[in-house]
């Protein structure tokens, strides 16, 4: 074990929120360390109880796909909306997905509205492909092409494929009419 691994394990031991952060994070991926999702959920819940935003993400994360952990749509929720709440904007456009989809909450296309929002507020671009899709459907609003296209070119813009292919669609479908 290196000089700085061993740091890093003493660290996280004498309650580094940071440093159990990144050991949970190291074990959730198995590149430094060796995969084990449960030591993963073991530090990141210690990490993500003391309101490390980057923890809680991954936490939620494991809930919400049942890795290392027993697959829980409501800790997810739970973990994700504390993140959101400090800001992460990778949380705020997984609760808008939550309730867009009505995965593990009921479906409500407001809440989705306003998470997706704040996401795109914080510098997210996959909000944007999310809430143009709203825009486009007209989920939980008007549809509106116009601002749909938008969105769809800033998460183009952004370099997400599938905000390009989104706009390529719409612009064919402008063609066809």
Same mark, same amino acid.
């Given at each position: 074990?290196?000089? =700085?691994?061993?740091? +890093?394990? $003493?660290? @996280?031991?004498? &309650?580094?929120?940071? /440093? %159990?952060?990144? !050991? *949970?994070?190291? #074990?959730?991926?198995?590149?430094?360390?060796?995969?084990?999702?449960?030591? =993963?959920?073991?530090? +990141?819940? $210690?990490? @993500?109880?003391? &309101?490390?935003?980057? /923890? %809680?993400?991954? !936490? *939620?994360?494991? #809930?919400?796909?049942?890795?290392?952990?027993?697959?829980?749509?409501?800790? =997810?929720?739970?973990?994700?909306?504390?993140? @959101?709440?400090? &800001?992460?904007?990778? /949380? %705020?456009?997984? !609760? *808008?997905?939550? #309730?867009?989809?009505?995965?593990?909450?009921?479906?409500?296309?407001?809440? =989705?509205?306003?998470?997706?929002?704040?996401?795109?507020?914080? &510098?997210?671009?996959? /909000?944007?492909?999310? !809430? *143009?899709?709203?825009?486009?459907?007209?989920?939980?609003?008007?549809?509106?092409?116009?601002?749909?296209?938008?969105?769809?070119?800033?998460?183009?813009?952004?370099?997400?494929?599938?905000?390009?292919?989104?706009?390529?669609?719409?612009?064919?479908?402008?063609?066809?009419?």
């Amino acid at each position: 074990m290196t000089t =700085a691994l061993k740091v +890093l394990f $003493k660290n @996280a031991e004498n &309650g580094d929120a940071v /440093a %159990q952060c990144k !050991l *949970g994070e190291m #074990y959730y991926v198995g590149k430094v360390l060796y995969k084990d999702n449960e030591i =993963a959920c073991k530090w +990141l819940k $210690k990490s @993500a109880k003391q &309101g490390n935003k980057y /923890a %809680q993400c991954f !936490l *939620g994360a494991m #809930y919400f796909d049942g890795c290392g952990v027993e697959q829980s749509y409501k800790n =997810a929720w739970r973990w994700w909306y504390i993140a @959101a709440e400090h &800001g992460t904007s990778w /949380a %705020q456009n997984k !609760l *808008g997905c939550m #309730y867009k989809n009505g995965i593990g909450v009921e479906k409500n296309y407001i809440l =989705a509205h306003f998470w997706f929002k704040m996401a795109i507020s914080h &510098g997210r671009k996959e /909000a944007c492909y999310n !809430l *143009g899709q709203m825009f486009e459907f007209g989920l939980g609003c008007k549809k509106d092409m116009k601002i749909a296209n938008k969105l769809y070119e800033m998460a183009c813009n952004a370099g997400l494929q599938v905000g390009c292919d989104a706009l390529m669609n719409l612009d064919k479908a402008e063609k066809r009419y």
